[in-house]
């Protein structure tokens, strides 16, 4: 469709007193020939969208907006099938910058033109839309599985329920009663596991295979294609969307031979004391006999940095559990919980205080330090930590109360075994063999460990965060999935009791259903929700440098054997990454692209070097920098006249070609502002800011070839709480520059 | 038609992040929904922290991006200042009555701040917990969607006496003669995600709260560091606006306490420990105490717990606080615990103490709800309710953090989304 542009200047909020309106006016008309140019009081009102609303009427589909930042009005000046671009006149310039001066003019009339030229150059995105399978997978069929699977059903999808073992049910199915999750939260509960898995066998929109393991997944959201091998037969289907419920396993007790394991048959796991429990009958294994005092021994391994230094935030209340049964089976058995902290939240204090209350449960904080197994009883030794001195108990039988272990799979590291071992099985000498070799060698651990299988160039499982949980990293968004459309929940996601695991199970299920819905439409999902744009590669020009493939943070792109980049859009969470990675520029959105923003860059008038008025352009994060900068405007906080900000969907969009141009034409300095980088990061798309510093090392080096200072390109890592540090970073990086002098390139 | 081939709205009440979350979630997936909140804004509490823990990352940051999803999502329906009266109807079939209390600034405002300049009238900043104030009319914070100005009814001094906002906006976005309305909605299902307050700490006793000006509680701790604070992130003394040489933070005040509030509010010794962060940026050599009962810092929140606990200047104490007393003429506070278990006593000058106190759950504060509502024996909304399709979400069913509220929120979506009736 042919572009039809026009654009609106708002004289509100300021902006008409503190601009020249005419020579703003003369940057369409004239430089642009812009036929449709209209100036008004207010076009946010009622009479500013109906002007707008007549032209759209009469054929235009490209509008540009100068008033204020594209944070505010969305509605007001969202059209149908035309593209907005926002020029923000308002918290960018005549809030910021002194009214009528020359400087100011400058400011607005550089802002207009890149405005015209996004809206002469960008598209309205038109979706991308596969044809969407509705069915939900969940892999695991413990209480979050059997929860997603009938949560899911519940709304109508279809469901597969894929369970390895023989029978449903997972841990819980072997535990004879269960923490109270409702009032009055003071008695262990009998479960209802029995009665879930009954409901999904009942339910016949739920499929479910037993005994089953996962061969390959090949595909994306709408259109997994699962190969799985049951009962010795292989079967293929397709999903739509994957909840993985994979569960924990107990640590590793055998590692806990200073707390006696393995030195006494009558120092046992918590997991082995929930079987007793279950059988009804309470024996020590080494005799047979009635234990008369237990030792529950908390954190055995947790919270100890030699073993699992997380807390599995459950068995302090397990144990609670564990011995209110004891007690009520046995009324003459006494129960000795030594335990660092009591953790039992909320109203969980209630469950505390009740076994608080009971005369034969008793409880001290201590270290312990040993357990001996001599005589006729075994010695527990600790270390009291609140009276000093040492304590020791003499006790028939010990549980240790073990933490829980994700059942995952480190994706990337499988992947990078097996990369390792193709290329031993190669054997072309060199350096890299060794290193693979090493490689091979320290990661042989993972052999046959994956559980999803997915037919992904980064990985056949999810990445894993700390501790091999495959979570996410957000506080705000704990369904942010670095793999769309699979969506881990319960315990494989994190420690969490049996409510937190249904819990867990309906939020997990609920993204599964969402990212059919979402990609149905050809939208994105979270955190660019409703974005129909997606990146379009111009294969022929493509070197096969993996670049986009390896820097994805979401694994969007497989390669063919030649290493020919495959996209799978339904996985694009349209961050651009890729496409700030691409050195060749082939890839591209319909309304963000390297042309577009190249061209836009390009659209500022750079003064002559004698003019002493340097241009400084800031490439900035549009998820958190660009609010701060709002926020700077809305507080009337002065920036440098000299700089010229463009909003970036992440800084790991920003092709270092738009800096190289950006020198070229004679900027004199470049500012890179994005979100926290490392362990605590902050970035929206995982990994944009880090990929950025990686390539600002690479920008370091054309400088040199350019004999252009180092500091002419800086990037910061800001977060969007501190507007003023960022008016004192532009100012300062303004003032930098200006001593360093003009970019000898302006002109040229 | 919603998406998703079904019918029927959801009604969330309450807009801070469960709320907020639920909303979205719910839209995201092809519900329609209506999101009422009480306030002028959206975000609730998180709104007023600084940072959140473990990630000492601000929450304005997780904000902007569900704004940016409720703003560009017409399937989401936001009516701020507004409650609930009553509810009448069942599962599936739900109606809702509203009271929508005047804004006195329409949509036509675009945050110029021309009325601002003008206005004559202050009033307490309830934002920052009263520690400043503002105009009458008001931008309740600076990242506040909507993004829209406010007139405190109580604070204006009215159109006949002043109106001089009415005339110095030039959108005509002022009406002081607006009225509360009562808005009525029919919804599937309801969400409660109406969270929580801070205790009148004043209550308990020995602890000087209310009494001695250099005794906090935590959520002024919060508006004090915060750079959108009443001072600009500065933590000082309320007294007399000096910095810390030490500090108590006093943990369960008020909490597992047979006297006020049985229940652990579940994150309160995470935020003294982020705190304690916050104290040790501002003044590496201040010595902090933490007195505690259990410190509770589950999953990986552990390692916070540890890399917080490493600093040496930070002491645990691990006693309940019996009582504060002000030290003449100083400003300073004693600080007096006993472990309960080996009956010893410390005392501990400080320069300034912070309660944790807890999360008291607003419930579902003064509606009226046909067929009843369960609640706990502390106030929080079961998890097993009378009437199908009533859901509690976050703080309001078990006090929980960000991040757990977050995950309930996103899973009491789909079991909303079930009452939606088929096509």
């Known amino acids: ?150 949560d899911a059903a519940a709304t109508g999808s279809p469901v597969v329920l894929v369970e390895k073992e023989a029978e449903l049910g997972g841990w819980m199915k072997k535990w004879a009663k269960g923490i109270p999750h409702g009032p009055s939260y003071r008695e262990p509960q009998a479960t209802d596991i029995a009665d879930l898995v009954a409901q999904v066998q009942a339910d016949d929109r739920i499929k479910v295979h037993t005994g089953a393991l996962i061969e390959k997944i090949v595909g994306q959201p709408g259109q997994f294609d699962v190969t799985l091998k049951a009962n010795g037969n292989s079967g293929e289907f397709r999903v739509g969307s994957i909840v993985q419920a994979t569960g924990w396993k107990p640590y590793d007790a055998s590692k806990l031979g200073h707390l006696g394991y393995g030195a006494s048959p009558d120092v046992i796991t918590n997991v082995q004391m929930e079987e007793m429990l279950a059988k009804g009958r309470l024996t020590r294994p080494s005799d047979g006999n009635a234990p008369k005092r237990i030792a529950f021994i908390q954190c055995a391994g947790s919270r100890d940095q030699n073993h699992l230094p997380y807390c599995s935030g459950v068995c302090c209340r397990v144990t609670l559990k564990q011995a209110l049964m004891v007690r009520a089976m046995s009324p003459e058995t006494e129960a000795y919980i030594l335990y660092k902290d009591i953790r039992s939240p909320g109203q969980y204090e209630d469950f505390y ?41 003499e006790a028939d039988l010990v549980v240790l109360a073990t933490g829980m272990v994700p059942r995952s799979a480190d994706g990337e590291m499988i992947r990078k075994y097996v990369d390792a071992k193709r290329i031993v099985e190669k054997g072309e000498a060199g350096a890299q063999l060794e290193a693979a070799r090493k490689t091979v060698e320290e990661l042989s651990g993972l052999e046959g460990g994956e559980i999803l299988q997915l037919a992904y160039r980064q990985g056949p499982d999810l990445p894993v965060l700390k501790y091999d949980f495959p979570d996410s990293h957000f ?186 141009d950006a020198l070229s034409r004679g900027f004199d300095g470049i500012l890179l502002l994005g979100c926290k980088s490392g362990d605590d990061y902050q970035c929206h798309f995982i990994k944009g800011s880090e990929l950025m510093e990686t390539r600002s090392k690479n920008i370091q080096e054309k400088l040199k070839q350019l004999a252009l200072e180092e500091e002419r390109v800086r990037l910061e890592l800001l977060p969007i709480d501190q507007p003023e540090k960022l008016v004192e970073i532009v100012n300062a990086f303004a003032e930098q520059i200006e001593d360093i002098g003009m970019n000898p390139f302006k002109g040229f | 038609m919603s998406g998703n081939g079904k019918r029927g709205k959801i009604l969330v009440v309450g807009g801070g992040i469960s709320g907020l979350t639920a909303a979205i979630e719910a839209a995201e997936a092809g519900a329609e929904v209506v999101l009422v909140e009480k306030e002028a804004f959206l975000g609730g509490r998180v709104a007023r922290s600084n940072l959140y823990f473990p990630k000492m990352c ?97 604070a204006c001094l009215g159109a006949e006496k002043c109106g001089k906002c009415v005339e110095a906006c030039a959108y005509g976005a002022i009406d002081l003669a607006m009225k509360p309305e009562m808005v009525e909605v029919e919804a599937a299902a309801v969400i409660w995600a109406t969270g929580w307050d801070p205790p009148d700490a004043s209550r308990f006793e020995g602890l000087g709260f209310g009494r001695y000006s250099n005794v906090i509680n935590n959520v002024t701790m919060e508006r004090l560091a915060a750079p959108s604070g009443p001072t600009k992130g500065k933590i000082q003394r309320p007294s007399d606006g000096r910095g810390l040489e030490s500090i108590a933070f006093v943990q369960c005040a008020g909490s597992r306490d047979e006297n006020y509030y049985k229940y652990c509010s579940g994150v309160c010794c995470l935020a003294s420990l982020k705190q304690a962060r916050y104290v040790r940026e501002q003044f590496p050599e201040a010595r902090i105490f933490v007195f505690y009962i259990d410190i509770r810092a589950p999953g990986r929140l552990e390692d916070f717990f540890v890399a917080t606990k490493a600093d040496d200047k ?94 309930d929120a996103t899973g009491v979506a789909l079991k909303a989304l079930q009452h939606l009736s088929a096509e």
């Open chain 1, 1 to 150: 469709m042919e572009k039809n542009v026009a654009v609106y200047l708002c004289r509100g909020c300021d902006i008409g007193g503190a601009l020249d309106m005419d020579a703003l006016k003369a940057v369409a008309t004239g430089e642009f020939k812009i036929a449709l140019c209209k100036e008004h009081d207010c076009l946010c009102g009622d009479a500013g969208r109906e002007l707008i609303r007549q032209d759209v009427q009469s054929g235009v589909n490209s509008i540009v907006v100068a008033a204020c930042s594209q944070r505010f009005m969305v509605d007001a000046f969202t059209f149908d099938g035309v593209l907005t671009t926002r020029v923000n006149l308002r918290e960018q310039v005549v809030w910021t910058q002194e009214p009528g001066n020359e400087d100011t003019d400058m400011m607005a009339r550089d802002y207009l033109r890149m405005g015209i030229v996004r809206a002469q150059k960008a598209n309205v995105p038109e979706p991308f839309q596969v044809e969407v399978d509705r069915t939900v997978m969940v892999v695991g069929g413990g209480i979050t599985g059997l929860t997603a699977a009938l």
């Open chain 1, 353 to 393: 205080k009740r076994a608080q209350e009971d005369p034969g449960i008793f409880f001290a904080k201590a270290e312990v330090t040993g357990v001996l197994n001599g005589g006729p009883a075994l010695r527990v030794e600790a270390d009291d930590s609140l009276l000093g001195g040492k304590i020791q108990l």
């Open chain 1, 475 to 660: 506080i705000c968004f704990p369904y942010e999935s670095r793999r769309t459309g699979v969506y881990p929940a319960g315990c494989v996601r994190a420690p969490m009791d049996s409510q937190g695991s249904r819990e867990d199970g309906s939020g997990a299920a609920l993204k599964a259903i969402q990212v059919l819905e979402v990609t149905s439409k050809g939208e994105a999902m979270h955190p660019r929700w409703g974005d129909m744009s997606y990146p379009e590669f111009a294969l022929q020009r493509c070197t096969q440098c993996k670049r986009c493939t390896e820097e994805c943070p979401f694994g969007t792109i497989n390669e063919d054997a030649k290493g020919t980049p495959q996209p799978n859009l339904s996985r694009c969470r349209r961050c651009g990454i890729c496409m700030g990675a691409c050195p060749e520029r082939i890839i591209s959105f319909k309304d963000y692209s390297p042309e577009i923003v190249g061209s836009m860059i390009k659209s500022v008038e750079i003064p002559e070097e004698f003019d002493e008025k340097p241009r400084l352009l800031c490439l900035l994060c549009e998820n958190d920098a660009y609010p701060a900068l709002d926020t700077a405007g809305l507080k009337r906080l002065k920036h440098s006249r000299w700089i010229r900000f463009i909003p970036v969907r992440c800084l790991g969009s920003v092709n270092i070609v738009w800096i190289s």
């Open chain 2, 58 to 154: 601000p929450p304005t940051c997780g904000l902007e991006i569900n704004l940016r999803r409720v703003k560009t999502n017409p399937r989401i329906r936001v009516l701020t200042q507004a409650t609930v009266e009553r509810i009448t109807g069942g599962p599936g079939a739900f109606k809702a009555t509203l009271r929508k209390s005047p804004r006195f600034v329409n949509e036509k405002c675009t945050a110029c701040g021309a009325c601002v300049e003008v206005c004559p009238a202050e009033r307490p900043n309830a934002f920052n917990l009263g520690l400043d104030s503002t105009r009458a009319v008001y931008l309740p914070f600076e990242m506040a969607y909507p993004a829209r100005f406010v007139i405190d009814g109580d």
């Open chain 2, 314 to 407: 930070l002491t645990l104490i691990k006693g309940k606080v019996a009582r504060i007393t002000e030290v003449p003429g100083t400003g300073g506070l004693t600080v007096e615990a006993e472990d309960t278990l080996s009956g010893l006593k410390v005392t501990q000058d400080v320069d300034m103490v912070v309660l944790a106190t807890g999360m008291v759950p607003v419930g579902i504060g003064e509606a009226k709800v046909e067929g009843g509502i369960a609640l706990d024996e502390h106030g929080f909304i079961s998890i097993k309710q009378p009437l199908g399709g009533m859901f509690a979400a976050g703080v309001a069913k078990r006090p929980v953090d960000v991040a757990a509220c977050n995950r």
